[in-house]
């Protein structure tokens, strides 16, 4: 196994922090099993698996998430505030643990997406429950699998390329640079736009079917994407559009 228990829970119990962890060989998703441990008890927890066989990404897409080369991490926050950011926070915290891990730098692909080297190598997905919990899920791809990405994400996806027995040590480090942000939230958006590669670039977008061009000029507090299109800014949330650099 790539995560161990044992090791995340000693990196977390050095920054003070004591989530109770649960490491599984397998699992559908993540996400699924932080909703049924929710479901039983609100509660701080930190799931992390090896591989999903039915892993999540953002507008309803599959995550691909195959076994010895990826890494899928989701943890709670009880009682989130609803003014902060939650996506923009994972994001920032994912690329500064990759720094503090690995010393590489990724960038974040407005909203949720960690890219390097222009290929997506990782994803993040928030869902907020009806006990006011947010369960923050992380997926990326730390080495590209032996036979290759499935044919239809092979030209777009990407990995790190590092040792996967490094991933108890960047769950902890992602976990630990989340919750530093949390509290203090003023700092979420302003490290969100420095690490966004999607600010200042010509972009594609599809609205109501129809697929425009514009160029990416700003991210709001609530996170919305301000675009500049023939001379009008349009301002679009998190749901309503996907973009592709031109």
């Known amino acids: 196994m790539s995560f161990h228990k044992n090791k995340i829970e000693e990196n977390l119990r050095r920054k003070g922090l004591f989530p109770e962890v649960l490491v599984l060989p397998q699992t559908t998703s993540t996400n699924d099993v932080a909703r049924t441990l929710l479901e039983e008890k609100v509660g701080d927890y930190l799931i992390a698996a090896d591989q999903q066989t039915k892993g999540k990404g953002s507008h309803g897409r599959s995550f691909f998430s195959p076994d010895e080369t990826g890494f899928y991490l989701t943890f709670t926050v009880p009682a989130a505030d609803p003014e902060t950011q939650m996506t923009l926070a994972a994001?920032?915290?994912?690329?500064?643990?990759i720094e503090e891990v690995y010393g590489i730098h990724v960038g974040l692909k407005w909203v949720n997406d960690l890219q390097k080297d222009g290929k997506k190598v990782g994803g993040i997905l928030c869902e907020r429950v009806s006990s006011g919990t947010v369960i923050v899920g992380i997926g990326?791809?730390?080495?590209?699998?032996?036979?290759?990405f499935p044919e239809e994400i092979s030209l777009t996806a990407g990995a790190l390329e590092v040792d996967v027995e490094s991933a108890s040590e960047l769950a902890a480090a992602i976990y630990g640079h989340f919750f530093?942000?949390?509290?203090?939230?003023?700092?979420?958006?302003?490290?969100?736009?420095k690490m966004c590669v999607t600010l200042g670039t010509d972009i594609c977008y599809v609205v109501d079917g129809r697929e425009r061009q514009g160029k990416a000029i700003d991210v709001e507090e609530d996170?919305?994407?301000?675009?500049?299109?023939?001379?009008?800014?349009?301002r679009y949330s998190t749901g309503d559009i996907s973009v592709r650099s031109v």
Do not use: F, Q
């Open 223 to 234: 996170g919305a994407l301000l675009v500049l299109e023939e001379g009008k800014v349009h």
């Open 91 to 97: 994001g920032v915290a994912s690329v500064a643990a």
């Open 140 to 148: 990326i791809n730390l080495r590209t699998p032996k036979n290759g």
């Open 180 to 193: 530093l942000l949390v509290r203090e939230s003023e700092k979420i958006l302003t490290a969100y736009k």
